[in-house]
């Protein structure tokens, strides 16, 4: 197979995020603290025009996310525009409230695939992360309901110290659904991730353990269901390519319709988002401001800057470089070359060690979390 | 599960898989769920036989006439090349005297 999908400097995938409505308060989220409101979300006609320029870019994969995407009443028709103009669907929801209704309407309308995020493999422990009584059966009722219609579907869960001990139980109910392909995500720090850290952080011995049994699952499950593993950055060795390196794969459009290279780009201060209201996405694309900051290598500090990786992770992430070390062009620490990574490795240990935190959940008017982001190093 | 194809298989492209012509980087693309694949023509030939009624022994031979090659050499390399997409889940099929999709 030859190579013309990474080649191009056109982007391949777009992350339409219709809302940051959700009936969950998972802790590990990773929408903003800040979540943006009903009022200043894009209505159907704007995000028609954008899915239709977005195809017209070269964009193959749409993720319809949120935030909740079947809490927007219009979300069969956006659907059905994705197929009518060709772009492949990805459902990427909760299951919760009113997702099992909508179903058979979105097959209708073209909808190709839908991943399906769940908390743990039980019940009670399920509802308790997701802070709602009664999710987990509704998720599986959803799931069993996606099977029943035809639909390709991916299980993905968010892995933390509150449920790192039952991967093995998450494949397995994975595959008992019909699942054909299953994320495994260790939570990545971002958002309320970020706020909630040391609640979620796991030690070393119990990140090594589950990725060993993921990877002897992976051989044993074979043709039946395809695993995929997000590392946890705090224990990597080498940092991910955020996005498929900053501006080249993906773009990612808001609620209320800025576009960004990432979805935590608007962590960094300094940076202007364009949106699509003043801006067709080609424009936004080619010259947009923030995505021309950390495009390429040209901007990238030492070590990253004379590496022979650097075209390969691209640094690793911008968000996570001034999160941890106050400068978003900075390398990665996830990546053992950077100053700060015997900080976060420490930082990581403590965290995983020391009692357990109560999580602060994710809602509207978030103060009560912003102050906590200061406190956590 | 092996990997359980064999000339008998009658092989379809599941739902949530399809064929899509990229106008903009000029090429063909099998897209599946978070994954795209750039198709090189003999990829994209056998893709396009692929129709949930032709076994590959028929899809073989199809080939084998257009290129005038050697059918047994190409019913290998497409039993090869389909086997890789039924492992990614991307490909289901009939096996011969069986109902089953793997
Ligand atoms: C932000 S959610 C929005 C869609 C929907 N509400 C859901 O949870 O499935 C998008 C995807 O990111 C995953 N996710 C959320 N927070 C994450 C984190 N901190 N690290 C990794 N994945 C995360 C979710 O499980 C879900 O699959
Ligand atoms: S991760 Fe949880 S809280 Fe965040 S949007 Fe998805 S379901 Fe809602
Ligand atoms: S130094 Fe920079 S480019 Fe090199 S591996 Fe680390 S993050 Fe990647």
């Given at each position: 197979?030859?190579?013309?999908?990474?080649?191009?400097?056109?982007?391949?995938?777009?992350?339409?995020?219709?809302?940051?409505?959700?009936?969950?308060?998972?802790?590990?989220?990773?929408?903003?603290?800040?979540?943006?409101?009903r009022s200043s979300e894009l209505d159907t006609a704007t995000w028609c025009r954008v899915l239709s320029e977005a195809a017209a870019l070269g964009v193959l994969h749409v993720h319809l996310s949120g935030g909740?995407?079947?809490?927007?009443?219009?979300?069969?028709?956006?659907?059905?525009?994705?197929?009518?103009?060709?772009?492949?669907?990805?459902?990427?929801?909760?299951?919760?409230?009113?997702?099992?209704?909508?179903?058979?309407?979105?097959?209708?309308?073209?909808?190709?695939?839908?991943?399906?995020?769940?908390?743990?493999?039980?019940?009670?422990?399920?509802?308790?992360?997701?802070?709602?009584?009664?999710?987990?059966?509704?998720?599986?009722?959803?799931?069993?309901?996606?099977?029943?219609?035809?639909?390709?579907?991916?299980?993905?869960?968010?892995?933390?110290?509150?449920?790192?001990?039952?991967?093995?139980?998450?494949?397995?109910?994975?595959?008992?659904?019909?699942?054909?392909?299953?994320?495994?995500?260790?939570?990545?720090?971002?958002?309320?991730?970020?706020?909630?850290?040391?609640?979620?952080?796991?030690?070393?011995?119990?990140?090594?353990?589950?990725?060993?049994?993921?990877?002897?699952?992976?051989?044993?499950?074979?043709?039946?269901?395809?695993?995929?593993?997000?590392?946890?950055?705090?224990?990597?060795?080498?940092?991910?390519?955020?996005?498929?390196?900053?501006?080249?794969?993906?773009?990612?459009?808001?609620?209320?319709?800025?576009?960004?290279?990432?979805?935590?780009?608007?962590?960094?201060?300094?940076?202007?988002?364009?949106?699509?209201?003043?801006?067709?996405?080609?424009?936004?694309?080619?010259?947009?401001?923030?995505?021309?900051?950390?495009?390429?290598?040209?901007?990238?500090?030492?070590?990253?800057?004379?590496?022979?990786?650097?075209?390969?992770?691209?640094?690793?992430?911008?968000?996570?470089?001034?999160?941890?070390?106050?400068?978003?062009?900075?390398?990665?620490?996830?990546?053992?070359?950077?100053?700060?990574?015997?900080?976060?490795?420490?930082?990581?240990?403590?965290?995983?060690?020391?009692?357990?935190?109560?999580?602060?959940?994710?809602?509207?008017?978030?103060?009560?979390?912003?102050?906590?982001?200061?406190?956590?190093? | 599960?092996?990997?359980?194809?064999?000339?008998?298989?009658?092989?379809?492209?599941?739902?949530?898989?399809?064929?899509?012509?990229?106008?903009?980087?000029?090429?063909?693309?099998?897209?599946?769920?978070?994954?795209?694949?750039?198709?090189?023509?003999?990829?994209?030939?056998?893709?396009?036989?692929?129709?949930?009624?032709?076994?590959?022994?028929?899809?073989?031979?199809?080939?084998?006439?257009?290129?005038?090659?050697?059918?047994?050499?190409?019913?290998?390399?497409?039993?090869?090349?389909?086997?890789?997409?039924?492992?990614?889940?991307?490909?289901?099929?009939?096996?011969?005297?069986?109902?089953?999709?793997?």
């Amino acid at each position: 197979m030859s190579d013309a999908l990474n080649d191009a400097l056109t982007p391949i995938g777009l992350l339409a995020e219709l809302t940051h409505r959700c009936p969950l308060r998972c802790p590990y989220c990773s929408n903003p603290v800040e979540l943006e409101r009903r009022s200043s979300e894009l209505d159907t006609a704007t995000w028609c025009r954008v899915l239709s320029e977005a195809a017209a870019l070269g964009v193959l994969h749409v993720h319809l996310s949120g935030g909740e995407p079947t809490a927007r009443s219009d979300i069969e028709t956006i659907t059905a525009h994705c197929a009518k103009v060709g772009l492949y669907s990805n459902l990427i929801t909760s299951g919760i409230g009113i997702a099992l209704e909508k179903l058979r309407g979105l097959v209708e309308a073209g909808l190709d695939h839908v991943q399906l995020s769940i908390q743990a493999a039980d019940a009670a422990r399920a509802d308790s992360i997701a802070h709602l009584k009664g999710a987990h059966d509704q998720k599986l009722a959803f799931a069993r309901h996606v099977i029943e219609l035809d639909l390709p579907l991916t299980i993905n869960a968010v892995i933390h110290r509150g449920n790192i001990d039952s991967v093995s139980d998450i494949l397995d109910l994975a595959v008992s659904l019909g699942a054909k392909r299953v994320e495994i995500a260790h939570t990545q720090y971002y958002g309320w991730a970020f706020v909630n850290r040391a609640a979620l952080m796991p030690t070393r011995a119990e990140v090594d353990r589950s990725i060993a049994l993921v990877e002897a699952a992976r051989e044993q499950l074979q043709g039946r269901i395809v695993i995929d593993l997000v590392v946890p950055d705090y224990y990597a060795k080498y940092p991910k390519a955020c996005a498929g390196g900053w501006g080249r794969r993906l773009m990612n459009v808001s609620p209320s319709g800025k576009v960004l290279p990432c979805h935590a780009a608007e962590t960094i201060p300094g940076l202007t988002f364009w949106s699509v209201h003043d801006h067709s996405l080609a424009d936004i694309w080619a010259r947009s401001p923030a995505f021309e900051a950390f495009r390429g290598t040209a901007w990238m500090q030492e070590p990253c800057r004379s590496c022979e990786r650097r075209e390969r992770d691209w640094g690793g992430c911008r968000c996570q470089a001034l999160a941890l070390t106050g400068n978003a062009a900075s390398t990665d620490p996830a990546c053992h070359l950077s100053p700060h990574h015997s900080l976060i490795q420490t930082l990581a240990a403590a965290e995983s060690a020391a009692p357990s935190p109560t999580p602060i959940y994710r809602g509207f008017g978030a103060s009560a979390g912003r102050q906590h982001i200061g406190e956590t190093a | 599960m092996m990997r359980g194809l064999s000339a008998g298989s009658i092989p379809h492209l599941p739902r949530g898989v399809r064929l899509h012509h990229d106008m903009i980087r000029n090429t063909h693309v099998l897209l599946a769920p978070e994954r795209a694949f750039d198709l090189d023509t003999v990829a994209l030939e056998v893709l396009m036989l692929v129709d949930g009624r032709r076994s590959i022994r028929e899809i073989a031979s199809d080939l084998a006439a257009r290129y005038d090659a050697d059918r047994s050499v190409i019913e290998a390399d497409v039993i090869d090349m389909l086997n890789s997409l039924v492992d990614r889940r991307i490909l289901g099929a009939l096996s011969p005297g069986s109902d089953q999709k793997p």
